[in-house]
């Protein structure tokens, strides 16, 4: 069964400072992994998308990363901003069809 | 300006009624999408459409019902037999089906007592 599990559920952490959130999948055949980034109450916006061959990819503040041969795949942040505060989520898509796999997301909460 | 909207941003409603979600794009995508949101869980498809006129259904399509009459409409009907309809509703679209990506409206959350 597809399914992407996140962790952790909830973080919360100092404005500047670093963290990383983690996401492994099962979904298969894999074609790409997006983390995006929700506020409360908005729909969630992009990162960025990973494909099988990459194994880094940087935006702003934001790095992801994918081991696709263990199926995981981590979203660091690096000197946090109040702003930072939202839902991040991990979607895989199978290559075989419609199939989009929603993680849970990780809450972050980034306190001054 | 470009984008999806979806309307209202919030909707109360006395249970047993049925209640229509707008949304609408002018990105020119083919293809569109609903998601429910309860905490906790990641987004579930509930329907999604790749072309006028066509729409299938998704994980949790029971209760629900679609149309997709023009290319930038996709209404979503909640109807009575929803068992649990209170959630926040997302709505998406994307420039075709598969795994492209998919740009989401600011959703409308939907309590029903």
């Known amino acids: 069964k597809n399914q992407v599990e996140q962790s952790p559920q909830s973080l919360i952490i100092l404005e500047g400072k670093n963290c990383t959130l983690q996401c492994n999948y099962t979904v298969s055949p894999f074609s790409n992994l997006r983390w995006y980034k929700q506020d409360t109450g908005r729909g969630p916006v992009s990162l960025t998308i990973?494909?099988?061959?990459?194994n880094t990819k940087s935006n702003g503040r934001y790095t992801a990363t994918l081991d696709a041969d263990t199926k995981q795949s981590s979203l660091h942040i690096t000197a946090s901003q109040l702003s930072d505060s939202a839902s991040y989520i991990c979607v895989v898509s199978a290559d075989n069809n419609n199939d989009m796999r929603f993680g849970a997301g990780t809450r972050l909460t980034v306190k001054p | 300006d470009g984008g999806i909207t979806q309307s209202p941003k919030y909707l109360f409603r006395k249970e047993g009624q049925n209640v229509t979600l707008s949304c609408e794009q002018n990105?020119?995508?083919?293809?569109m999408y609903w998601y429910r949101q309860d905490p906790g869980q990641g987004l579930r498809l509930i329907y999604y459409s790749q072309i006028v006129n066509d729409f299938q259904k998704g994980d949790i399509a029971e209760g629900y019902s679609v149309s997709r009459e023009k290319k930038e409409s996709f209404p979503l009907t909640v109807t009575s037999a929803q068992k649990n309809p209170t959630a926040f509703y997302l709505c998406?679209?994307?420039?075709?089906?598969?795994?492209?990506?998919?740009?989401f409206g600011p959703g409308t959350r939907l309590t029903v007592t």
């Open positions: 990105l020119n995508h083919d293809a």
């Open positions: 990973m494909t099988f061959s990459e």
């Open positions: 998406a679209s994307s420039i075709a089906g598969g795994s492209h990506e998919q740009y």
